[in-house]
């Protein structure tokens, strides 16, 4: 795979310092490859709370309990992962190896992700492919669960960002830390590859 075609800055989108954006990171040919094995994965539910999400998941390298909030080795990345990760790993200047996890999410009709930061013990760079449909990724400064207990004040988005089909980006700094982000509902199937590190422990 050749290296992701950026948007010349001048037409960048306002977006949370340590967040880059690439509107092109793969080809219609590409994806289509892409999504010819996804199609045929084993997905998993999303359970949390007794709650079971719309989306459905494909863990590996790492797996996360999202009931018991705990990540433990998983299966092995399929080799049709192997060369996408390399161009995130190009990207953000490390080794294709620290991205030790990669999770494919199948998005439905209607299906969201609500406020969140990923969880901490995955480390400081995450990599995102968006595959099929367009979405909003929305960002709003993180806020401790006490202190949003103890304030009456709204919260509002301050970035929202359209990630096309075929779009890639890297999230870290700031975007990581200090911000959590959500996923509206979609209004036809969507799949998205996240790379993730893993935090030394």
């Known amino acids: 795979m050749a290296a992701p075609s950026r948007i010349p800055h001048l037409f960048a989108p306002d977006v949370p310092g340590g967040f880059e954006y690439s509107e092109r990171f793969v080809t219609a040919a590409e994806e ?7 199609e045929r994965l084993d997905f998993s539910q999303v359970a949390m709370r007794g709650v079971v999400a719309k989306r459905r998941i494909a863990h590996f390298g790492w797996t996360y309990g999202y009931y018991s909030r705990r990540s ?6 399929p080799a049709f992962l192997l060369a996408v ?11 294709a190896e620290l991205f030790v996890e990669a999770l494919v999410t199948e ?5 969201t992700i609500g406020w969140h930061r990923d969880a901490p013990m995955f480390g400081d760079v995450v990599a995102g ?3 099929r449909t367009p979405c909003r990724m929305k960002f709003r400064p993180h806020v401790s669960p006490a202190a949003v207990r103890s304030t009456a004040a709204p919260r509002r988005t301050s970035h929202d960002i359209e990630l096309a089909p075929r779009s890639g980006y890297l999230m870290s700094g700031a ?3 200090e911000f959590e982000h959500s996923i509206p509902a979609v209004s036809s199937t969507r799949y998205s590859i996240t790379f993730r590190t893993l935090r030394a422990r």
């Open 85 to 95: 990760r390399a161009r995130f790993a190009e990207w953000a200047g490390i080794d």
């Open 107 to 111: 998005y439905p009709p209607d299906a």
């Open 32 to 38: 289509r490859e892409l999504l010819d094995f996804i």
């Open 72 to 77: 433990e080795p998983g299966p092995p990345l």
């Open 129 to 131: 492919l968006s595959l």
């Open 175 to 177: 975007a990581r830390s």
